[in-house]
Nanobody
Framework: QVQLVESGGGLVQAGGSLRLSCAAS????????MGWFRQAPGKEREVVGG????????DYAPSVKGRFTISRDNAGNTMYLQMNSLQPEDTAVYYCAAGPPGYSSSYYSLSGRAYQYWGRGTQVTVSS
């Protein structure tokens, strides 16, 4: 079993930055692909980005590409989301997710169906 806990959310003005963290406990996720997703009130959950277990490969939704960066530590059990140039449309609950083990070092996914473990989310609010 894998437990995921997000932290680092809060209130920030447009143009500001936040760094979210996702800490895993239980079984190691060092060989799991991981991803970030977000959901705003009244809207469906959407992908933010994904990263391979090696941390060497990643991709992002067009809406955040160039502004957000996903990384993970050397042990692979903590994932980060650095968010710069935040805009009001970035306001959402942000969730981290981890997939099953066994993916190649280059694998990542932008689909929620690829992930089986989810955190409870952390709120990010961007004021105008």
């Amino acid at each position: 079993q894998v437990q995921l806990v997000e932290s680092g959310g809060g209130l920030v003005q447009a143009g500001g930055s936040l760094r979210l963290s996702c800490a895993a406990s239980g079984r190691t996720v060092s060989n799991y692909a991981m991803g970030w997703f977000r959901q705003a009130p009244g809207k469906e959950r959407e992908v933010v980005g994904g990263i391979s277990w090696s941390g060497r490969y990643s991709d992002y939704a067009p809406s955040v590409k160039g502004r957000f960066t996903i990384s993970r530590d050397n042990a692979g059990n903590t994932m980060y989301l650095q968010m710069n140039s935040l805009q009001p449309e970035d306001t959402a609950v942000y969730y981290c997710a981890a997939g099953p083990p066994g993916y190649s070092s280059s694998y990542y996914s932008l689909s929620g169906r690829a992930y089986q473990y989810w955190g409870r989310g952390t709120q990010v609010t961007v004021s105008s």
